[in-house]
């Protein structure tokens, strides 16, 4: 599998249209010095203004790092002929990249995939309204267990607005469905049908089919087979028979009028709940998704603030102390320390890091490393003798932890961009026996990870700890800090974490994680041997 794309970590789709404004302005100037341009390269600048260029908005980057905006890009993109794109680029001398590349890369039919994989995901987990979210606004849903919306909360900006249209949101739900995301399908394919309805309104000719050919049989359709496919017969009737109605005399869906009379009947009067079903894969998912969908709602620093504390154990962090919260303050020990980093070496460290990026690894029980949707983002190495940057960070931790920094004691900097919808799901950090894979950047096993917040996120993004109910948000130039083992040598599974999905941003950390080889004389035993 290819070891990057554009929806894997959001910084790629940054540079895309940070060279797309480039060239669209270059060519504009081509344009206005009276030389005329190819047509198809003329409707590639109309498109890339319609869909990009808001009055009074000049935030390029939201629209990447937003969503409903990241989406679409990645839509037109890979809708683009590429031949459009070289001539361009040929015409302007615009170059993508630090370098002349001779084809551009450009998103894929993948990447859409992704992205709207990302978009069923950031619904599903924070509850997004679907009428607004395909308006390009984010409006977070509470409802009670009956049903009832009982709370609503907005929380995007107003500009700009990005929008989803039915070609958009019945694609995405053929994705969900394909997925077997069966309950997140039913949504999509709804609003669907929302926004045809809304369609035909404005639609003086009487045509059921939009422009992509899209009908509202189709729709109807799939909603029916869906709910079928939840054994909700009762609820898929009427969509059959909705569509029945608008062709009467097609077989096809007479006989899905039919069976799915005879399975509602076969059912009886019993009305199962439509409920959410859990993989099973995913340790602690639900609590995983709740604490995640708070910290988005409640939109404020850490839960429980026990102490606050400058640190000045030792000299060298005495003129410029780290500002150390504590978050739990023991089994396991979790502190997040604030300013431990300024915004130009965060900025370094990003720019150094996007060269090493690739798609992060997993790595399963047995020791196998794959590529999965459980952890969307790019990783990329830093090691400390890079650049004095590096290595003088690298430093830093060590003074702020009092441990071994240097390699074989802790790994390189592991820097880290998350995609679209990015997220970790619940993991622990050290590995298990069977998991032990031969990893040159490994020498031991890790007992400490500290783990720095090189950008703001706009919203989402908090790392949680599910089995102790905390949730960290992503603070800027702060850093995380928490024992994956116990002082005894044990492992510490509390210390189980994750990262939330990205709703708006790009979210950067860098993990250095401390091993035990060299620091054994600085771990002394706790008092007792749980601790
Ligand atoms: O991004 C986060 O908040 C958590 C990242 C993490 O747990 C990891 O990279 O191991
Ligand atoms: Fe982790």
């Known amino acids: ?77 890979s809708q683009t002929d590429p031949g459009v794109l070289t ?39 924070y509850h997004l309204d679907m009428r607004s979210l395909t308006q390009g606004q984010l409006v977070m849903l509470a409802r009670q267990s009956d049903g009832t919306v009982v709370k609503q909360k907005r929380i995007t900006r107003e500009e700009p607005a990005f929008s989803l249209d039915a070609e958009d949101t019945v694609y995405i739900g053929d994705i969900a469905y394909n997925e077997e995301e069966y309950l997140n399908a039913v949504l999509w394919y709804l609003v669907t049908l929302d926004l045809l309805r809304g369609r035909e309104q404005v639609d003086i000719t009487d045509d059921p089919a ?60 019993v009305t199962l709940k439509m409920a959410k079903l859990l993989k099973g894969s995913i340790p602690y998912q639900e609590d995983y998704e709740n604490l995640c969908y708070h910290s988005v709602l409640r939109n404020q620093p850490p839960s429980s603030r026990l102490s606050c504390t400058y640190d000045r154990t030792r000299p060298e ?17 979790i502190a997040l320390y604030h300013d431990v980093i300024s915004d130009e070496e965060a900025a370094m460290v990003r720019a150094l890091a996007f060269e090493e990026l690739e798609r992060s690894p997993v790595v399963s029980k047995h020791g196998k490393v ?74 031991g096993k890790r007992i400490l990870t500290f783990l720095l917040y090189l950008s703001e996120v706009e919203l989402g993004g908090a790392t949680v700890f599910p089995q102790i109910n905390l949730i960290v948000p992503a603070v800027k130039n702060g850093a995380l800090m928490f024992r994956d083992m116990k002082r005894s040598g044990e492992f510490e599974p509390l210390s189980m974490h994750a990262g939330c999905p990205v709703l708006i941003g790009s979210k950067w950390i860098a993990n250095k994680w401390i091993l035990d080889r060299g620091n054994e004389f600085k771990r002394p035993c706790g008092l007792t041997p749980d601790e």
Do not use: C
């Not at 030389?35 to 409707?43: A, G, N, P, Q």
């Not at 005495?318 to 023991?330: D, F, G, M, N, Q």
């Open 370 to 443: 794959f590529h999965s949707d459980v952890r969307v983002s790019e990783t990329g190495w830093l090691h400390d003798n890079t650049t004095d940057v590096i290595s003088k960070l690298s430093r830093r931790v060590g003074y702020i932890t009092g441990l071994n920094t240097e390699y074989p004691s802790a790994e390189s900097f592991q820097v880290v961009n998350y995609g679209l919808g990015g997220l970790y799901v619940p993991h622990v950090d050290y590995f298990e026996e069977t998991q032990l894979v031969k990893h040159v950047n490994r020498p």
């Open 317 to 333: 962090l005495y003129l410029s102390p780290a500002r150390r919260e504590v978050l739990h303050e023991k089994n396991p020990e």
């Open 210 to 269: 939009d422009d992509s050919g899209l009908g509202r049989v189709d729709v109807l359709i799939k909603l029916g087979d869906t709910l079928t496919k939840l054994r909700q017969h009762q609820r898929a009737l009427p969509f059959y028979r909705d569509a029945l109605r608008m062709g009467p005399e097609n077989q096809v869906i007479k006989s899905k009028v039919v069976e799915a009379e005879r399975q509602a009947t076969l059912q009886g009067n």
């Open 87 to 125: 001539h361009a680029r040929l015409l302007t001398g615009v170059v993508y990249g630090d370098a002349v590349i001779k084809t551009t890369e450009l998103p894929t039919e993948e990447d859409l995939r992704m992205s709207a994989l990302a978009l069923i995901r950031l619904q599903d987990i």
């Open 1 to 77: 599998s290819k070891q990057h794309g554009f929806s894997t970590a959001v910084v790629r789709l940054e540079n895309l249209l940070l060279f797309e404004s480039n060239l669209v302005d270059k060519i504009r100037q081509h344009m206005s010095d009276a030389d005329s341009v190819r047509e198809d390269i003329k409707r590639y600048v109309d498109d890339f203004e319609a869909n990009i260029l808001h009055p009074g908005f000049d935030d390029l980057a939201y629209h990447v790092q937003h969503p409903v905006g990241a989406y679409r890009l990645v839509k037109r993109l």
